[in-house]
């Protein structure tokens, strides 16, 4: 290797060791820093530790080629050795990473224990790894007069293995690239590729025109890694950037999906807790509001108040012109219902036609509450009788309202809204268009209802009916004291509440659409007395009347069904008079009387009941089939012998006049038993003849009756 042999000589050559230098460690930092800031990935850090390997052998260059004597070059020239050393574990990492190469543990490690055999051998041998021997040489003086210092020796058997492993080492990097280039990223590998290519090129000029041939001239390979550092710290950085730049584009799809995301979850939550036919809120945000606010109110001693609203004429409506009217006709509603709810109220759709309001708590009495609540209760009612206009059609709705205020003692929140519901039932039972407030006796109520439809459901369910239920019978004579037949009552005797009419619990089971098991029951209990009667020789030879109710008379296959069970149970049905009321003719009249005549063509004899407190149509009482009509008691209590012309007496001609038997109701006085008999009534039925009597006492009445006819 030739030097300047001036020490104090400086020129160009000098000066671009020191750039050269100056630029690797520079680098060498800044991917340092780079490195550790992109969570020390592994191709930023090996090509940091390569720059500062590379900026190492620079340095060692300029010290042996400024050096004053042989120790100072041999000092020097052992500096590059150990940098050049060390770049191989860093060099092999960068181009793996670089070419996307995954290195084995293996090769690492062989590589690791050839650094440190080249390091050692580096450093216990007086003339370097490369040499057996060092000499100083004459110094060249380059074409501008800068002088360099020169040193040769003989290349031990550890500088051959040296630089074939460096030479091993380029040929993999080249081969690397050729593979990374043949994948397609070209661009990289060019600049890998050319790097590469100049180092090795600076490489071979220095082992074969000046060790070989001996050309006179400064070894290159410092110099060659300067463009190694340039192109590759470009090229870094273009990726860095690149990278960068797709982070950024990531960090800006990934807020745009946050910020989609949180739109979407926003507007499910919207969905989750907000009616989507008027907008207001569902029964899950209710819920929720009502749980927070009954708290409140309870924790801070307030009261509060919630109205059940439900609209009176929707279904008419929404049934009669279709569901769009129904819809938008829902949806003016409630912009009325919004117009009049008071600051800080809660307005939400329930489900259907009900709507809830609910009023903030407040500090004060639970009357103060209660007045407040019926007052925004009654300007809601007055605001939805108000016609609304849907389209072209003016709709009349109106509205009931039921008040509960709390706290008052309810256990949660579904028990406020049940008591809301109660108070709700007994405004529409008192006409509609009305408000009501929950009071503590209509949860009585409400409970014994309750406890009379468990009762009901457990007895047709398990089979106890003939345990807990019996018919009473009623007789009917005609004015001569014959036995036209008897009205079988039914009486349930409930575990808990003892003797109960059917007053107390037929309105529960139609409602609840029990009435057609117990109907059912009924029916086949009256065929069963009769089969006994005839059986132990009673000597009942009339009809028994059994009710019907206007629910059982709209089931399909009514008749039918009847007459399969009559003629199972062995009775003709002709013995049995089904007495309807006129309730159960309002709803379908024709419906009604198909039925009816089906039952008549099935051998049923009918009677109408309760005539002349409801229905009462002349015009249709001609078309039904009827073999009884009953006069109300209402009728028959106002006859005295000082009324003139009563209405008992006009039912009775009717009756005549249309062929059917009239049957009074409830004759409790010989007045009214007289008067009847002077008008023609054909039966007579109620206590001044007997009370409704067991099994066991009617058998004995008839006894009675038999032996007093004989």
Not at 122 to 135: D, I
Not at 182 to 207: K, P, Y
Not at 414 to 424: M, P, T, V, W
Not at 519 to 541: L, Q, S
Request: hydrophobic share 50%; proline share 4%; glycine share 8%.
């Amino acid at each position: 290797m030739l030097v300047d042999a001036d020490p104090t000589g400086f020129g160009y050559f000098t000066a671009a060791l020191i750039a050269t230098t100056g630029i690797a460690l520079a680098s060498g930092v800044q991917f340092v820093v780079i490195g550790l800031w992109r969570r020390r990935e592994t191709i930023h850090l090996s090509y940091a530790m390569l720059c500062l390997c590379l900026a190492g052998l620079a340095l060692g260059n300029l010290l042996l080629r400024t050096a004053g004597d042989l120790a100072g070059a041999t000092s020097a020239l052992r500096w590059m050795i150990g940098m050049s050393t060390l770049s191989f574990l860093p060099f092999v990492a960068f181009i793996g990473a670089y070419t996307g190469t995954t290195i084995a543990w293996r090769v690492k490690l062989l590589l690791g224990a050839l650094t440190l055999l080249f390091l050692w051998l580096n450093g216990v041998t007086a003339t370097t790894l490369f040499y057996t021997q060092l000499v100083a040489t004459p110094g060249d003086v380059l074409p501008w007069g800068e002088h360099l210092y020169g040193i040769a020796g003989t290349v031990s058997i550890w500088g051959w293995l040296f630089h074939l492993a460096s030479y091993s080492l380029f040929l993999w990097a080249l081969w690397r690239a050729w593979r990374q280039y043949r994948r397609g990223e070209s661009m990289l590998a060019l600049l890998l590729g050319i790097c590469l290519l100049v180092q090795f090129a600076a490489l071979l000029w220095g082992d074969i025109a000046i060790d070989w041939l001996g050309v006179r001239s400064p070894y290159l390979d410092a110099f060659a890694f300067l463009p190694f550092v340039l192109l590759m710290s470009l090229s870094l950085a273009a990726q860095l950037r690149q990278r960068s730049m797709q982070l950024e584009r990531a960090r800006q799809d990934l807020e745009a999906e946050a910020h989609t995301r949180r739109e979407a979850e926003l507007s499910l939550r919207h969905i989750a807790y907000h009616d989507s036919l008027t907008g207001l809120p569902n029964r899950a945000h209710l819920l929720d509001r009502l749980a927070e606010w009954h708290a409140d109110a309870v924790a801070r001693g307030q009261h509060g108040a919630l109205l059940l609203i439900d609209l009176d004429n929707f279904k008419t409506i929404n049934d009669g012109l279709g569901h769009h009217i129904g819809d938008h006709l829902l949806q003016a509603i409630a912009d009325r219902l919004l117009a009049v709810v008071p600051p800080e109220a809660v307005l939400a759709r329930l489900g259907g036609d009900e709507f809830v309001l609910l009023l903030e708590p407040l500090r004060g009495t639970p009357d103060d509450m209660q007045a407040r609540a019926q007052q925004v209760a009654t300007d809601m009612i007055a605001r939805l009788a108000e016609p609304v206009n849907v389209g072209s059609r003016v709709l009349a709705v109106g509205a009931s309202v039921g008040v509960a205020v709390f706290p008052a003692g309810e256990q949660d929140v579904a028990d406020l809204l049940r008591r809301a519901d109660i108070a709700l039932y007994r405004a529409k039972a008192a006409g509609r268009g009305t408000v009501r407030l929950f009071l503590p006796p209509m949860q009585q109520e409400a409970d014994t209802r309750l406890t009379l439809e468990r009762g009901l459901r457990a007895a047709l369910e398990q089979g106890s009916m003939d345990a807990q239920f019996a018919l009473h019978f009623q007789p009917q004579l005609s004015p001569q004291g014959e036995l036209l037949g008897a009205e079988a009552l039914l009486r349930w005797r409930h575990p808990q509440l003892g003797d109960l009419s059917p007053a107390e619990f037929i309105p529960m089971a139609e409602e609840t659409g029990l009435i057609h098991a117990l109907g059912n029951w009924v029916v086949g209990a009256a065929c069963a007395c009769i089969m006994a009667w005839d059986r132990d020789g009673v000597p009942f030879r009339g009809r028994l009347a059994v009710n019907v109710s206007a629910w059982q008379l709209v089931q399909p296959r009514l008749a039918a069904l009847f007459e399969a069970q009559v003629r199972a149970a062995g009775i003709e049905p002709a013995r049995l008079t089904l007495e309807l009321t006129e309730s159960a003719l309002l709803q379908d009249f024709d419906s009604a009387l198909a039925t009816m005549q089906q039952l008549v063509a099935a051998g049923f004899k009918l009677a109408l009941d309760d005539f002349g407190v409801g229905y009462s149509a002349l015009s249709y009482l001609q078309r039904l089939p009827l073999d009884m009509l009953k006069i109300d008691r209402s009728f028959v209590s106002e006859l005295t012998p000082e009324v003139a012309r009563p209405l008992a007496g006009f039912i009775i001609d009717v009756a005549h006049r249309l062929g059917i038997v009239a049957v009074a109701e409830g004759v409790e006085t010989e007045p009214q038993r007289h008067v009847l008999e002077q008008m023609g009534c054909d039966g007579l039925q109620g206590y001044l003849i007997c009370r409704p009597l067991d099994d066991a006492g009617f058998r004995q009445w008839l006894g009675a009756l038999s032996l007093e006819r004989a």
